[in-house]
């Protein structure tokens, strides 16, 4: 276990350093020009000397390599550097920021996972019928429909034409923190939430379907029935506990398309997410951020897999015999 | 049943009654034409308490669909006709669910019939009908079986071959089943094992229980068998007692019982031409009329029915 | 498996063939029609796309079937010129991608050393998210069409040569390529003669499943803005031009477009998914 444990962190450490690199050689490539990110549309205003002495300060007249090692030096310190567009602390957004995405991704991930789970099994079960196959038509449409196209529809049908939910923003515009109201707040949420799980529904039922019917044609539950095992016991004892492992798995391991969904449908819905945010850093050239965020994506969908891995180490009695061996 | 069976038994009910069973797939639907596919075919059998009554066939004969059928857990899309009957009673399908696990069990082919997440104690408990006494019970069992007590602490996929072999044995003998079907359960067997595992079959008929043994291994069958029904494209083309097979096979009534034991090794090793037919052949003739040696052309076209034979079954009209 | 499908799947097989092989007929069908619009995408004047603030805001009708745009513009060739943009678009990147996975995964063949970079590389581009490492090579080249194209294709080879690194690992191991290279032959012989006809029929479905992929990701980071510049006819333009008109009503300006564009992704991806039902049963399975 501690072995493992080790490996993975490891693997995190190589990862990060290998990511770190990779994006920093893209970033530090690109026709941006930071200080005119920072400045703005002043950047006339000032005279090259003042350019010069930002450029100093960030450190922009050194090398690249060196450039580099001092981002790295920082990070290293808990430093991920500040804002361009914000003018705060990278670090800073991220926290705030993200407090709100896992909001809405938690939710979201929580609901796709459950409904996609029973839609697998209610499909998986019926092999063949027609709520079979309009539960895997539904889930091959939603796996090639654009999230940021529904959710716009859902924003035409529910808030601008029912207005039912506002149209957009985590709390309603102009109101300060401390007069935001749970319901307000949940209100925001429905809509975003909505469109980030019914898509992400799809592959979790698509897979616990095969996983099903490969189960139910297995010798292990034709033995059960010969038994005299049947219905619900036997779905409950033989069943529910063999593809319930592998989906709970496969949906940790799905965390890098929870953010790519989570991106798009914060800015459909201008919600002041960390998906929102690595956009709004890439459109205005915000480099400290975009990087930060970068990073923290990796650990992000790392921590997913991480969980895949273990729930299989710690439940499936096959895995523990495996570890102990090697 | 007024109908005797020709076995030498004593004069009791039999245990098991199969008569004149098919089993038929739908194959496919085009359009409201439906075509099916027969895999058992007027299939024939009867074992008495404390029988062992062996099933040879070769793969793909569709024998652990008798199983099935016998059981009640074959695939929803499945066609049954004939009938069954246990202890002289119909059985069936709600008869079958009633029974199955409790009188009737299963001794499956191989470890993969253990779920992989659950400890084999637990999965042998399952069929023991007092709760109380079911960790004695199977503990007893295990014991009985030569398998260590930690055994059923494991998972299947930490179980040897052979051992997984005796917990499912062990399934059928904690059960107050009085029919167990053996599923093809010595395939893949080292010597000790396989002999071992014929042994624990055997002692399961002494206690008055009836078997029917479900194997394509000759061998096995005669080793254990009191009588031997052979199988082939779905149907019994012959019932023989274990005697019958010797010497040259004189006393075997079908021509492919004779060429079976012909192939043996110790009689001659003479290979059998010809495949065994594809499930989806239709045959109007006797089903083994291709690879028969005495085949006419009457038999092409016409089909055996069984008959009774010096104190067997056959189906062949030149017997 | 089990041996319980291979005892019951003969019976079923047939008939589940017959199914595939008529939902392959009718992907290939939709495909066709697809690019019957696509293509026409080619010689459809630019009348429609001329300001006209007279037939400004139009609901859909016989005349204009998806409608006008605030300027006039008829949706309905705007959004044909953008999904034909987006298939030549998706087109070039998963050609792209499906060469440099062919050619990152045939590395294996050379040498160890050089396959461990590669696996390695793929576990790089797998552990971060799609659209980040986009949104940062397309950073990278300052957006615009070539930027999307080779963002696209630099993000979509994983998972194929993945699937290529497999199948060339198990082509390795078999007899006539052992027997091959006792008599002497090159490994560059053996892999234009053995390895990549094998690889051929994994690599055409892996391009036709990349394709809708990047169709759907070009959609995506255009709508972010970090894609197709906005003077260019794309869907992702559209639907984020449509943002700004949520609640005038004009619920055309967002359906329509959306839904070729979906229409053309689900056609691309079930065609993709039924040839690999049908020439490769066995992999077919999952998924």
């Known amino acids: ?326 | 049943m007024n109908k005797k069976s020709f076995s030498n038994t004593k004069n009791q009910i039999p245990l098991l009654e199969v008569k004149n069973l098919s089993l038929l797939f739908p194959q496919y639907k085009e359009g409201l034409k439906e075509s099916y596919i027969q895999v058992i075919r007027d299939f024939e059998l009867t074992i008495y308490p404390g029988e062992i009554v062996a099933v040879v066939g070769s793969s793909g004969s569709g024998k652990s669909l008798l199983a099935d059928s016998i059981l009640g857990i074959l695939p929803d899309n499945a066609e049954i006709m004939g009938r069954l009957l246990f202890n002289g009673e119909h059985l069936s399908t709600k008869r079958q669910q009633q029974l199955r696990g409790k009188s009737i069990s299963l001794i499956p082919q191989s470890v993969k019939a253990l779920d992989p997440l659950m400890k084999t104690s637990k999965q042998v408990q399952s069929v023991i009908p007092d709760k109380k006494a079911k960790k004695r019970i199977q503990e007893e069992a295990f014991i009985k079986l030569g398998l260590p007590p930690e055994t059923g602490d494991k998972y299947p996929h930490e179980l040897s071959g052979g051992m997984a072999r005796r917990v499912l044995i062990a399934t059928a003998m904690v059960s107050e089943s009085e029919l167990i079907i053996a599923d093809e359960p010595t395939p893949g067997l080292d010597e000790l094992t396989w002999e071992e595992t014929l042994t624990n079959i055997k002692q399961l008929s002494k206690s008055n229980r009836g078997i029917m043994f479900i194997t394509h291994d000759i061998h096995a069958a005669l080793k254990i068998a009191d009588k031997i029904a052979v199988f082939y494209a779905g149907e019994t083309l012959e019932i023989a007692n274990k005697e019958d097979f010797s010497g040259k096979g004189e006393r075997l009534r079908h021509p492919y019982t004779k060429a079976l034991w012909l192939a043996l090794p110790e009689n001659n090793f003479k290979p059998l031409k010809g495949n065994h037919p594809e499930s989806d052949e239709v045959l109007i003739g006797c089903v083994f009329e291709k690879r028969c040696p005495i085949a006419t052309e009457f038999c092409k076209t016409n089909k055996p029915k069984s008959a009774k034979i010096n104190n067997g079954i056959t189906r062949c009209f030149y017997a | 498996m089990t041996e319980l499908i291979s005892k019951y799947l003969p019976l079923k097989r047939s008939e589940k063939y017959n199914r595939r092989k008529r939902a392959l007929a009718t992907s290939i069908i939709g495909a066709l029609i697809l690019l019957a619009l696509v293509i026409s995408g080619f010689f459809i004047g630019t009348d429609g796309l001329v300001v006209n603030f007279e037939a400004a805001n139009n609901a859909p009708s016989l005349q204009h079937p998806f409608g006008t745009d605030w300027l006039g513009r008829d949706m309905f060739v705007r959004t044909v010129k953008g999904l034909t943009l987006s298939f030549w678009v998706g087109l070039l990147a998963a050609f792209i991608s499906a060469l440099i996975a062919l050619l990152l995964s045939l590395l294996l063949v050379l040498n160890k050393t050089l396959d461990s970079l590669v696996t390695g590389l793929i576990d790089l581009f797998l552990a971060l998210p799609h659209i980040v490492t986009l949104i940062l090579i397309s950073f990278m080249l300052g957006g615009g069409l070539k930027g999307v194209v080779i963002a696209l294709a630099l993000t979509h080879w994983p998972r194929l040569a993945r699937l290529l690194r497999a199948e060339i690992m198990q082509i390795k191991n078999t007899e006539y390529i052992t027997v091959s290279r006792n008599m002497g032959k090159s490994w560059y012989w053996i892999a234009r003669h053995h390895i990549l006809p094998h690889l051929i029929p994994q690599l055409i479905i892996g391009f036709i499943l990349t394709f809708p992929h990047a169709i759907l990701h070009e959609a995506s980071i255009t709508f972010l803005g970090f894609g197709l510049s906005s003077d260019k006819p794309a869907i992702g333009v559209i639907l984020s031009e449509a943002m700004g008109y949520l609640s005038s009503g004009m619920w055309w300006l967002a359906l329509f477009p959306g839904l070729m564009l979906l229409l053309m992704v689900a056609v691309f991806d079930s065609l993709g998914r039924n040839l690999r039902k049908v020439f490769d049963p066995f992999k077919g399975q999952k998924g």
């Open chain 1, 1 to 326: 276990m501690i072995k493992f444990i080790l490996r993975k962190t490891g693997k995190l450490a190589s990862l990060l350093i290998a990511i770190s690199l990779l994006s920093f050689i893209l970033v530090s490539n690109s026709p941006e020009d930071p200080v005119q990110s920072y400045i703005g549309a002043e950047i006339s205003r000032i005279s090259p000397e003042q350019r010069k002495n930002i450029e100093e300060y960030w450190g922009l007249n050194r090398s690249k390599p060196e450039q580099y090692l001092l981002w790295v030096k920082a990070v290293f310190q808990g430093n991920l550097g500040e804002s361009l567009i914000y003018r705060k602390p990278v670090s800073e957004i991220i926290l705030e920021r993200f407090s709100a995405s896992i909001v809405l991704m938690g939710i979201s991930w929580l609901l796709s996972g459950v409904f996609g789970f029973l839609l697998g099994i209610l499909a998986g079960m019926n092999e063949g019928s027609i709520l079979d196959r309009f539960i895997k038509s539904y889930s091959f449409i939603m796996a090639s429909t654009p999230a940021f196209w529904f959710g716009l529809l859902l924003l035409m049908v529910f808030a601008a034409w029912l207005n039912w939910f506002p149209v957009g923003l985590a709390s309603p515009a102009g109101s300060l923190a401390g007069e935001v109201s749970l319901i307000d707040k949940l209100k925001h949420l429905v809509l975003p939430v909505a469109t980030l799980s019914i898509g992400g529904v799809a592959s979790i039922a698509l897979h616990t379907r095969e996983k099903i019917i490969e189960v139910l044609n297995s010798e292990f539950i034709r033995f059960a029935k010969a038994k005299g095992e049947r219905g619900i016991k036997l779905f409950w004892r033989h069943g529910l506990r063999n593809i319930s492992l592998p989906a709970i798995s496969l949906h940790f391991a799905s965390f890098g398309e929870l953010f790519g969904g989570a991106v798009l449908t914060e800015q459909v819905f201008s919600y002041p997410g960390l998906g929102q945010a690595i956009v709004k850093a890439g459109l205005g050239g915000d480099v400290p951020l975009l990087l930060g965020i970068t990073l923290f994506s990796v650990v992000f969908i790392f921590v997913g897999n991480f969980m895949a891995d273990l729930l299989y180490v710690v439940i499936d009695p096959r895995m523990k015999i495996k570890q102990t061996h090697d």
